[in-house]
C-alpha cells in the first residue's frame, strides 16, 4: 500500500463542463494557493502521491483513496448547519453525469479505507451538530466511521498560508519518527517560533486539532534510490572486472 495521498484542488470552474447546481457551489469559492504549496511540501518531505488541480477530483480521490496510509485533504468545505449530513468537502468539479466533486458527510458512512490517518485541512472538519447519544455529527465523525481511527481535524475557518505553514511542520515531525499527537504540537510551536504578534493569535494556529492516539507515525522514510542502486553497480563491475580478466587470459600467446 502506497503511503501519503495528498489533494488540493483546482476552483476555477469550466462552465461548459459542470452542472448548474456544482458551479453554483463553487464559482464564489477562492483558488487555495496555500493548500497547493502545502501538498507539494508534503511530496517533498514525504514523497508522496499529490494530485492537485484538475487531477484533484472526487473520482480520483475514490479510486485511490483506499490504497494509501495517510489521506491529506487540503481544500474548501461547504457546511451545511441545519442538516450536518449535508456538509462536504468540495474538490475539482467533475463532468457533467460524472461525480460532482463534492464528498457530502453522508456518503463517508457508505465508505471504507484503511488509512491509519486522515488530515482534514479544511475549515471547520470537526464541528458540527451536537446529537444527543450520537455526539458531534462533523466531517471528522464520518472518516472515522469509515475506518480511518485517528483524524486531525478543525473547529473553525482556518487561514490558508496558516495552515501550510503548520501541516509542513506536522510532516517534518512525522518522517522524522514523532508520534502523531507529539507532531502535531511540534508543528504549532515550531510556526509560532517565525510568526508575527497577529499570526501568533491562536486563530490562526489552534483550529488544528488531533482525534486518536498518540500512536508512532504510521508512515517511514523510503530509503534514497541511490542507496537502492548500490547492489546493482557492484554487481555491474564485478562483471566488468571478470569480462576484462577472461578477455586478458584470453589474448595471451
Given at each position: 500500500r502506497?503511503q501519503?495521498?495528498a489533494?488540493?484542488?483546482?476552483?476555477?470552474?469550466d462552465?461548459s463542463?459542470t452542472?448548474d447546481?456544482?458551479?453554483?457551489?463553487?464559482?464564489?469559492?477562492p483558488?487555495?494557493n496555500g493548500?497547493i504549496?502545502?501538498v507539494k511540501?508534503?511530496?517533498?518531505?514525504?514523497?508522496?502521491k499529490v494530485l492537485?488541480?484538475?487531477?484533484a477530483?472526487?473520482g480520483r480521490?475514490?479510486?485511490?483513496?483506499p490504497?494509501?496510509?495517510?489521506l491529506?485533504?487540503?481544500m474548501?468545505?461547504?457546511?451545511d448547519?441545519?442538516?450536518?449530513?449535508?456538509t462536504c468537502?468540495?474538490?475539482?468539479?467533475?463532468?457533467?453525469?460524472?461525480?460532482?466533486?463534492?464528498?457530502?458527510a453522508?456518503?463517508?458512512y457508505?465508505?471504507?479505507w484503511?488509512?491509519?490517518l486522515a488530515?482534514l485541512?479544511a475549515?471547520?472538519?470537526?464541528s458540527g451538530?451536537?446529537?444527543?447519544?450520537?455526539?458531534i455529527l462533523?466531517?471528522?465523525?464520518g472518516?472515522?466511521?469509515?475506518?480511518?481511527p485517528?483524524l486531525?481535524?478543525?473547529m473553525w475557518?482556518v487561514?490558508d498560508?496558516s495552515?501550510?505553514?503548520v501541516?509542513?511542520?506536522?510532516?517534518?515531525?512525522?518522517?522524522?519518527?514523532?508520534?502523531?499527537?507529539?507532531a502535531l504540537g511540534q508543528?504549532?510551536l515550531?510556526?509560532?517560533?517565525?510568526?508575527d504578534?497577529?499570526?501568533?493569535h491562536p486563530?490562526?494556529?489552534?483550529?488544528?486539532?488531533f482525534?486518536g492516539s498518540?500512536?508512532p507515525?504510521?508512515v517511514?522514510?523510503?530509503?534514497?534510490?541511490?542507496w537502492l542502486?548500490?547492489p546493482?553497480?557492484?554487481?555491474f563491475?564485478a562483471?566488468?572486472?571478470l569480462?576484462?580478466?577472461?578477455?586478458?587470459?584470453?589474448?595471451?600467446?
Amino acid at each position: 500500500r502506497g503511503q501519503i495521498l495528498a489533494i488540493a484542488p483546482d476552483y476555477e470552474v469550466d462552465p461548459s463542463k459542470t452542472s448548474d447546481l456544482i458551479r453554483n457551489h463553487t464559482e464564489q469559492l477562492p483558488v487555495l494557493n496555500g493548500a497547493i504549496e502545502e501538498v507539494k511540501a508534503i511530496r517533498r518531505i514525504t514523497g508522496g502521491k499529490v494530485l492537485v488541480g484538475q487531477s484533484a477530483s472526487e473520482g480520483r480521490f475514490k479510486q485511490l483513496s483506499p490504497n494509501y496510509g495517510i489521506l491529506h485533504l487540503a481544500m474548501h468545505t461547504i457546511t451545511d448547519r441545519y442538516n450536518p449530513m449535508n456538509t462536504c468537502l468540495v474538490f475539482t468539479p467533475g463532468e457533467k453525469g460524472k461525480e460532482d466533486g463534492l464528498l457530502y458527510a453522508h456518503e463517508l458512512y457508505n465508505s471504507s479505507w484503511k488509512a491509519s490517518l486522515a488530515v482534514l485541512s479544511a475549515c471547520e472538519t470537526g464541528s458540527g451538530q451536537m446529537v444527543t447519544g450520537e455526539g458531534i455529527l462533523s466531517l471528522a465523525r464520518g472518516f472515522i466511521f469509515a475506518g480511518c481511527p485517528n483524524l486531525i481535524m478543525t473547529m473553525w475557518p482556518v487561514d490558508d498560508l496558516s495552515s501550510q505553514e503548520v501541516m509542513e511542520h506536522f510532516y517534518q515531525a512525522i518522517w522524522s519518527g514523532e508520534a502523531l499527537a507529539d507532531a502535531l504540537g511540534q508543528a504549532k510551536l515550531r510556526y509560532l517560533e517565525s510568526a508575527d504578534k497577529l499570526h501568533a493569535h491562536p486563530h490562526f494556529w489552534a483550529g488544528y486539532l488531533f482525534l486518536g492516539s498518540n500512536t508512532p507515525s504510521p508512515v517511514t522514510p523510503q530509503p534514497a534510490r541511490f542507496w537502492l542502486a548500490i547492489p546493482v553497480i557492484v554487481s555491474f563491475l564485478a562483471l566488468l572486472v571478470l569480462f576484462l580478466f577472461l578477455f586478458r587470459f584470453i589474448r595471451k600467446p
